[in-house]
């Protein structure tokens, strides 16, 4: 039971487009949400969370957005670098709980 | 800056053998992970410990132990290798959450390959 879904295995965007990675879950109880990058033969780094009781969270060049009706999130990268080429997870934790679920992961390639 | 570090980056290991893998973090953190990451599959959590000497399992624990004995160390351990444990494997670590959920920083990962 997949109860965070990366629907897309693979996104390419063009050098300076906006990059839209999206992540639908399906328990109810998640509550708090993280963006990971990985790079080939690294680990996982983080990138951006939110919890629940925001529908927008900002860094930088890093958006990511909060749809609790829909049990939906999505990070916005703008504008695209080529270094931001790399597998994208999402991940999802309830409240008071250490476990992380995860993502399948989006494979994001920006074309020079 | 938090820092997770794994004993091996890469590994190669025949069928049957014991296989260790080393976790260490530098935080002070309560809570370690062990996932492996699969294409297709993403990051499946094997084993976590939220204390020292305390180890739960995750969503897919068979063939694997593991071993806290230190706060900041954490064992995984095949018991016999097998060829579908050929894998990436990659060690977490987090605080206690504190009314909210809470971020794991990963070290670099092993690639574990077994022949």
């Known amino acids: 039971d997949q109860q965070v879904k990366q629907n897309s295995p693979s996104l390419s965007v063009q050098e300076g487009r906006i990059s839209i990675l999206n992540c639908d879950y399906t328990n109810s109880m998640f509550d708090y949400f993280l963006w990971y990058k990985k790079y080939p033969a690294e680990g996982p780094t983080f990138l951006i969370s939110?919890?629940?009781?925001?529908d927008k969270n900002e860094d930088g060049r890093f958006t990511v957005f909060l749809n609790k009706s829909a049990k939906h999130l999505s990070l916005h990268i703008v504008p695209s670098q080529p270094g931001d080429s790399a597998v994208y997870f999402c991940a999802a934790s309830a409240y008071g709980n250490e476990k992380l679920t995860f993502g399948t992961g989006t494979r994001l390639t920006i074309i020079p | 800056d938090v820092k997770v570090t794994q004993s091996s980056r890469y590994l190669v290991k025949r069928t049957g053998e014991k296989v260790f893998l080393e976790c260490v973090q530098d935080m002070d953190h309560e809570n370690m992970f062990w996932y492996r990451q699969d294409p297709g599959l993403g990051l499946r959590l094997i084993y976590f410990s939220y204390d020292v000497k305390m180890k739960e399992k995750g969503d897919i624990p068979e063939g694997y132990s593991v071993s806290r004995e230190k706060k900041e160390r954490f064992s995984l351990i095949l018991e016999s290798a097998s060829t579908n444990q050929t894998s990436m494997y990659l060690c977490?670590?987090?605080?206690?959450?504190?009314?909210?959920?809470?971020?794991?920083?990963f070290g670099p990962g092993t690639r574990l390959t077994v022949l």
């Open positions: 977490a670590s987090s605080s206690s959450p504190s009314g909210g959920g809470d971020t794991q920083y």
């Open positions: 939110i919890s629940s009781i925001k």
